[in-house]
């Protein structure tokens, strides 16, 4: 992602604190997709607008407790994931955030023989680039759809992950799960994306 | 111990990440140099998060002038109060 570029936190945070508007302008250029890009992975696209712009207000007031045990980036992400996780109970919607503790095996049982090895592996794709899997319009919408059902805290992962390139040790403190929950829910995003990709290719 | 498939499957994205724990690597290796199913599975994972980085979803949506405007003065806002 092209950044716009941004001055050092340590430069940043003081004029942010002295409300200087220019730096407002700035963080909000800086980070404003990135966050809405986050909350509709956790609330889904309706409200995720709603979300973000919410998320700057409680930044500024969060502010002055702000303790720098990370990035303001990460920091800032971190309010966006709760505020969106807020949403989320708030609406009393039954969508479950307690997802990481789930145990719903990687690959279906049946694929394995009981030694555990294939007895139905996977087959050859058509292409072998992104490129290539991504020219066709299908394949797109069928990746596009599994991305959207995936329950809130795996979306979230994967987008901060596998496309913002955020490290584990962020996206962790974003989402406030322990490392070995992060990893299994970006392992379980991958697995059903590439679980969409191989259903797509069978046809 | 040598890993089964299934094993391979359940810790790829450790692998590809290189997170594998250093003592569980060389029966991983070894499985992957043995099983030509296991060689692709992972394959098709790599080929899975690099589309998914490379797809349109990928990329922040962009923020207008007006928009940003906006935010801002929301923010303004909210230090009078």
Known sequence: MATPLLPSDDELIPKLLANDETSYAQVVAAYHGLMVQLARAIVGEAIADEVAQETWVAVLRALPKFERRSSLKTWILRIVSNTAKSRIRHESRTISLDESLEESPIVDPARFKPNAHWVSPPAMWHADTPDALLASTELHSCINNALHTLPPLQCATITLRDMQGLSMEAICKILEVSESNGRVLLHRARSRIQMAIEEHEKQ | ?81
């Open chain 2, 1 to 81: 111990m040598m890993p089964s498939c299934k094993d391979i499957t359940e810790h790829s994205s450790d692998y590809l990440d290189r997170n594998l724990p250093w003592w569980k690597r060389p029966g991983y290796w070894l499985h992957l140099a043995m099983c030509v199913h296991c060689r692709r599975y992972v394959e098709q994972l790599k080929l899975t998060i690099a589309t998914i980085g490379k797809s349109p979803n990928a990329v922040p949506p962009s923020i207008s002038t007006d928009e940003m405007q906006t935010i801002v003065e929301k923010m303004k806002q909210s230090t009078k109060k």
